[in-house]
């Protein structure tokens, strides 16, 4: 199974992109999604989660993006968005796609997100 993420791109400060990420075979016993991202010279950061629990599932995100990106999921689909909004250069990063299930640990190829100022 792989994960594959779409939706990076370039915004500027203040704008918007969403990320998407949909696996191409089918994922048992899904605990989480998520995103993660990597800034240049950087290490790999936990953006947001979701867990696959009733009315949706909880999430979890970053306090550097509270209130702006929402991240959401599509069980059927098997696919996990982020909508990210007030872009900052911060924001800039690969993004990484995750999911983790009973059966193992799956890793998108990263899409690259970049905000101008």
């Known amino acids: 199974v792989q994960l594959q993420a779409s939706g990076g791109g370039l915004a500027q400060t203040g704008g918007s992109l969403r990320l998407s990420c949909a696996a191409s075979?089918?994922?048992?016993?899904?605990?989480?999604m998520g995103w993660y991202r990597q800034a240049p010279g950087k290490q790999r950061e936990l953006v947001a989660t979701?867990?696959?629990?009733?009315?949706?599932?909880?999430?979890n995100y970053v306090d550097s993006v509270k209130g702006r990106f929402t991240i959401s999921r599509d069980n059927a689909k098997i696919t996990v968005y982020l909508q990210m909004n007030s872009l900052k250069p911060e924001d800039t990063a690969v993004y990484y796609c995750?999911?983790?299930?009973?059966?193992?640990?799956?890793w998108g190829q990263g899409t690259q997100v970049t905000v101008s100022s």
């Open positions: 995750n999911i983790k299930s009973w059966y193992g640990n799956y």
């Open positions: 075979g089918s994922i048992f016993r899904i605990n989480v």
């Open positions: 979701i867990t696959n629990g009733g009315n949706g599932g909880s999430t």
